[in-house]
Protein backbone atom coordinates (compact mmCIF):
# COMPACT_ATOMS: atom_id res chain seq x y z
CA UNK A 1 0.00 0.00 0.00
CA UNK A 2 2.83 2.71 0.73
CA UNK A 3 4.44 1.78 -2.90
CA UNK A 4 1.22 2.43 -4.54
CA UNK A 5 0.77 5.69 -2.50
CA UNK A 6 3.92 6.82 -3.21
CA UNK A 7 3.34 5.97 -6.64
CA UNK A 8 0.67 7.95 -7.12
CA UNK A 9 1.61 11.42 -5.13
CA UNK A 10 5.36 11.20 -6.59
CA UNK A 11 5.57 9.84 -9.65
CA UNK A 12 2.22 9.94 -11.34
CA UNK A 13 3.31 11.82 -14.47
CA UNK A 14 6.21 9.70 -14.77
CA UNK A 15 4.41 6.74 -15.94
CA UNK A 16 2.27 8.78 -18.60
CA UNK A 17 5.77 9.01 -20.87
CA UNK A 18 7.55 6.14 -22.13
CA UNK A 19 10.29 4.39 -20.92
CA UNK A 20 13.44 6.87 -20.59
CA UNK A 21 16.43 5.60 -21.55
CA UNK A 22 19.11 4.84 -19.44
CA UNK A 23 21.27 7.36 -20.85
CA UNK A 24 19.01 10.04 -20.29
CA UNK A 25 19.06 9.02 -16.23
CA UNK A 26 22.59 7.69 -16.09
CA UNK A 27 25.94 10.25 -17.23
CA UNK A 28 27.42 9.42 -20.13
CA UNK A 29 30.52 6.68 -19.94
CA UNK A 30 33.28 9.22 -21.45
CA UNK A 31 32.46 11.45 -18.34
CA UNK A 32 35.37 10.82 -15.30
CA UNK A 33 34.31 10.81 -12.37
CA UNK A 34 36.49 10.71 -9.11
CA UNK A 35 36.27 7.04 -8.07
CA UNK A 36 36.10 7.66 -4.52
CA UNK A 37 33.23 9.69 -5.03
CA UNK A 38 31.99 12.68 -2.22
CA UNK A 39 30.99 13.28 1.05
CA UNK A 40 28.61 15.70 1.72
CA UNK A 41 28.20 17.48 5.24
CA UNK A 42 25.30 16.07 7.54
CA UNK A 43 23.84 19.65 7.58
CA UNK A 44 24.07 20.21 4.30
CA UNK A 45 21.05 17.74 3.94
CA UNK A 46 19.69 19.12 6.66
CA UNK A 47 19.72 22.74 5.09
CA UNK A 48 18.32 21.38 2.10
CA UNK A 49 15.40 19.52 3.62
CA UNK A 50 14.70 22.62 5.46
CA UNK A 51 14.24 24.37 2.06
CA UNK A 52 12.33 21.71 0.72
CA UNK A 53 10.08 21.81 3.49
CA UNK A 54 9.67 25.88 3.37
CA UNK A 55 9.64 25.97 -0.47
CA UNK A 56 7.79 23.10 -1.97
CA UNK A 57 5.63 21.48 0.99
CA UNK A 58 3.80 18.39 -1.80
CA UNK A 59 7.09 17.36 -2.61
CA UNK A 60 8.81 17.60 0.36
CA UNK A 61 5.62 15.16 2.09
CA UNK A 62 6.36 12.79 -0.57
CA UNK A 63 10.28 12.31 0.60
CA UNK A 64 9.24 10.16 3.14
CA UNK A 65 7.15 7.32 0.86
CA UNK A 66 10.60 7.36 -0.69
CA UNK A 67 12.94 4.30 0.11
CA UNK A 68 15.49 5.66 2.70
CA UNK A 69 18.37 5.29 1.02
CA UNK A 70 17.78 7.83 -2.04
CA UNK A 71 15.65 10.36 0.33
CA UNK A 72 18.90 12.57 0.86
CA UNK A 73 19.14 12.51 -3.05
CA UNK A 74 16.09 13.59 -3.80
CA UNK A 75 15.90 16.27 -1.44
CA UNK A 76 19.46 17.37 -2.67
CA UNK A 77 17.94 17.45 -6.34
CA UNK A 78 14.81 19.46 -5.43
CA UNK A 79 16.54 21.37 -3.08
CA UNK A 80 18.68 22.26 -6.46
CA UNK A 81 15.33 23.25 -7.96
CA UNK A 82 14.61 25.63 -6.09
CA UNK A 83 17.75 27.35 -5.74
CA UNK A 84 17.22 27.74 -9.57
CA UNK A 85 13.62 29.09 -9.27
CA UNK A 86 14.95 31.41 -6.24
CA UNK A 87 17.39 32.97 -8.73
CA UNK A 88 14.57 34.19 -11.06
CA UNK A 89 12.45 35.26 -8.11
CA UNK A 90 15.21 37.44 -6.15
CA UNK A 91 16.12 39.80 -9.09
CA UNK A 92 14.74 42.56 -10.79
CA UNK A 93 17.06 42.19 -13.55
CA UNK A 94 17.14 39.80 -16.24
CA UNK A 95 20.94 39.99 -16.31
CA UNK A 96 21.06 39.38 -12.03
CA UNK A 97 19.04 36.18 -12.77
CA UNK A 98 21.23 35.32 -15.70
CA UNK A 99 24.75 35.50 -13.72
CA UNK A 100 23.22 33.59 -10.60
CA UNK A 101 21.62 30.64 -12.65
CA UNK A 102 25.47 31.02 -14.92
CA UNK A 103 27.11 30.67 -11.04
CA UNK A 104 25.19 27.27 -10.98
CA UNK A 105 26.08 26.31 -14.04
CA UNK A 106 30.13 26.54 -12.83
CA UNK A 107 29.04 25.34 -9.87
CA UNK A 108 27.92 21.94 -11.91
CA UNK A 109 31.38 21.69 -13.25
CA UNK A 110 32.86 21.54 -10.20
CA UNK A 111 30.53 19.19 -8.92
CA UNK A 112 31.42 16.89 -12.06
CA UNK A 113 35.40 17.55 -11.25
CA UNK A 114 33.97 16.61 -7.42
CA UNK A 115 35.26 19.53 -5.94
CA UNK A 116 32.05 21.61 -5.20
CA UNK A 117 31.75 25.08 -3.19
CA UNK A 118 30.70 25.44 -0.10
CA UNK A 119 27.51 25.45 -0.62
CA UNK A 120 24.69 23.37 1.35
CA UNK A 121 23.06 22.62 -2.66
CA UNK A 122 26.22 22.19 -4.25
CA UNK A 123 27.48 19.68 -1.77
CA UNK A 124 24.24 17.60 -1.52
CA UNK A 125 23.94 18.03 -4.84
CA UNK A 126 27.27 16.34 -5.66
CA UNK A 127 27.16 13.50 -3.36
CA UNK A 128 23.82 12.32 -5.38
CA UNK A 129 25.42 12.72 -8.58
CA UNK A 130 28.50 10.87 -7.38
CA UNK A 131 26.26 8.07 -5.30
CA UNK A 132 23.50 7.56 -7.74
CA UNK A 133 25.64 7.64 -10.64
CA UNK A 134 23.27 11.00 -12.09
CA UNK A 135 23.63 12.68 -15.13
CA UNK A 136 24.81 15.88 -15.06
CA UNK A 137 22.81 17.05 -18.58
CA UNK A 138 19.92 17.00 -17.31
CA UNK A 139 20.83 19.42 -14.73
CA UNK A 140 22.44 21.74 -16.83
CA UNK A 141 19.43 21.35 -19.02
CA UNK A 142 17.32 22.86 -15.73
CA UNK A 143 20.17 25.53 -16.21
CA UNK A 144 19.64 26.45 -19.32
CA UNK A 145 16.20 26.55 -20.07
CA UNK A 146 15.86 28.95 -16.66
CA UNK A 147 18.32 31.49 -18.69
CA UNK A 148 16.09 31.34 -21.94
CA UNK A 149 13.10 31.94 -19.44
CA UNK A 150 15.11 34.87 -17.62
CA UNK A 151 15.83 36.30 -21.04
CA UNK A 152 12.59 36.14 -23.10
CA UNK A 153 10.79 37.87 -20.03
CA UNK A 154 7.34 37.11 -20.52
CA UNK A 155 4.96 33.80 -20.43
CA UNK A 156 4.74 31.06 -23.15
CA UNK A 157 2.20 31.94 -25.91
CA UNK A 158 1.92 28.23 -27.14
CA UNK A 159 1.50 24.89 -25.83
CA UNK A 160 4.91 23.81 -27.38
CA UNK A 161 6.40 26.78 -25.84
CA UNK A 162 4.94 25.65 -22.13
CA UNK A 163 6.00 21.73 -23.13
CA UNK A 164 9.34 22.74 -23.81
CA UNK A 165 9.84 24.97 -20.60
CA UNK A 166 7.87 21.70 -18.12
CA UNK A 167 10.48 19.55 -20.12
CA UNK A 168 13.54 21.50 -19.65
CA UNK A 169 12.97 22.12 -15.77
CA UNK A 170 10.11 19.77 -14.04
CA UNK A 171 10.44 16.90 -16.15
CA UNK A 172 14.44 16.76 -15.73
CA UNK A 173 13.76 15.96 -11.98
CA UNK A 174 11.07 13.58 -13.14
CA UNK A 175 13.61 11.80 -15.51
CA UNK A 176 16.10 10.83 -12.30
CA UNK A 177 12.86 9.18 -10.13
CA UNK A 178 14.07 5.65 -12.07
CA UNK A 179 17.69 6.20 -11.36
CA UNK A 180 16.81 6.75 -7.53
CA UNK A 181 14.12 4.08 -7.76
CA UNK A 182 16.97 1.25 -9.02
CA UNK A 183 18.89 1.49 -6.00
CA UNK A 184 16.22 1.45 -3.57
Known amino acids: ARSALMNTLCSASCR ?18 LSQGFQAKQQSFKLCEESVRKNDLEKYLCIPFLPSAVQPASIAINAFNIELAKAADRANDARITEMRLVWWRDVLRNIVAGNPPEHFVAEALCQAVFEFNLNPDLLHSMIDERIKDAKIHQQPNKLEELEAYGEGTQAAMIYFSPCLRHWS
Open 16 to 33: SRTSIPHSVVHRAKGLKF
